[in-house]
């Protein structure tokens, strides 16, 4: 993870689970949780997008916006959609460049294997671009109401 708290986020022009392209610059006046995920359909990252879910009505309340970022393509994020109820937007970083500007795209290791991959950290973004909080190896029961709370503490919600 890079550090870019107080720092302008990166931004990225990227295709959701729908085909619509997004880019961050296009959410400015609105404060942003993006969030990185390792995979669709996996327990973890599934936990992750249904605890959001499950608080979507109170991120809309407090006008935050939810953006969930993995390297699968829009298709397998429409099925993780549709699967899963999910109302909130998945974008699809295939080729992990975003990852890699944001400093999640790490070398990991799994039963002693090697492998590349993202790590489960987020950013929440204020209005005008920059990140006024940044999480870590995040735990995906939890994250939602931390960042909720964090959202209100700096005054970011309405």
Sequence with gaps: MKDLLNKKAPDFNLLDQDGKKHKLSGYRG??????FYPKDMTPGCTIEAETFQDRSKEYAKAGIVILG?????????KKFCDKHKLSFTLLADKDHLVAEKYGVWVEKSMYGKKYWGVERDSYLID?????????QKVKPEEHPEEVLADAKRLGLTK
């Design 30 to 35: 609105q404060p942003v949780l993006l969030y």
């Design 69 to 77: 970022m993995s390297p699968d393509t829009p298709e397998s994020h």
């Design 127 to 135: 209005k005008e671009g920059k990140v006024v909080a940044q999480y």
